[in-house]
């Protein structure tokens, strides 16, 4: 299994309170993404990253940011959480941004705003 | 823009049936297509992946053929297992889109004894 550690894997939270969640990964993978998955969405892209201090949105990017100050680490803010945000957050990985790369994908964190 | 559908599910199968879930795709150019698949209460692993038209992937029974005339992807498995009972979800991703995926809605499949 690749190395991919998100913390942490439930949170409950109230609305308007900042929210950081952290993916932590032992590949030394180049690229990492942060997904949330909600029923009849599939997967949505939220941020993800290309290298150390280089991010760039994704599909969903509206009231999240993100930081990469170290190659292993990629966190994911709520800046002011809300019950929309209430969702299944996973992490990615992958080496390269090729076609026939393969993503890999932590356990997920289960966010309930309230 | 790149978008991806997939079948309604849920999906109830016998055990041994054979199974079928529909995806299509519309993108530019020529993307890779994959095949993800979810356990219940895990992350999501491949399951297998074409990166150009009339490819074929297949991996533990499953396959899907990449047909670009029909812009398809389907899964298919001759004969299902209760531990196939999972969210199965298609995706693609473009070389210019820095490994995003772009995923349909999942479907999930349970298969009883």
């Not at chain 2, 890779?32 to 992350?43: D, N």
């Not at chain 2, 053929?65 to 812009?71: G, N, P, Q, V």
């Not at chain 2, 199965?88 to 499949?109: D, P, V, W």
Request: proline fraction near 4%; charge should be negative; glycine fraction near 10%.
């Amino acid at each position: 299994d690749a190395g991919i550690t998100q913390s942490p894997r439930h949170k409950v939270t109230e609305t308007g309170t900042p929210v950081t969640l952290r993916c932590h990964q032992t590949e030394n993978h180049r690229y990492m993404y942060w997904y949330r998955q909600d029923p009849g969405h599939g997967l949505r892209l939220i941020h993800y990253s290309y290298g150390v201090k280089d991010t760039d949105k994704g599909e969903v990017s509206d009231g999240y940011s993100v930081s990469r100050s170290k190659t292993e680490d990629f966190l994911l803010t709520l800046e002011s959480a809300t019950s929309s945000q209430t969702s299944v957050y996973f992490c990615a990985i992958s080496e390269s941004p090729g076609p026939d790369t393969e993503a890999f994908f932590g356990q997920g964190t289960r966010l309930t705003v309230v | 823009g790149n978008s991806v559908t997939q079948m309604e599910g849920p999906v109830t199968l016998s055990e041994e049936a054979f199974l079928t879930i529909n995806c299509t795709y519309t993108a530019t150019g020529y993307p890779s297509l994959f095949w993800y698949v979810q356990y219940p209460g895990e992350g999501l692993q491949l399951l297998l992946k074409a990166t150009k038209a009339d490819d074929k992937g297949s991996n533990k029974g499953f396959e899907a053929t990449y047909r670009k005339e029909t812009t398809s992807f389907h899964l298919e498995k001759g004969s299902v297992q209760v531990s196939d009972s999972a969210v199965y979800f298609c995706a693609l991703t473009h070389s210019s889109n820095t490994g995003k995926l772009i995923f349909g809605q999942g479907t999930t499949l349970q298969v009883k004894p």
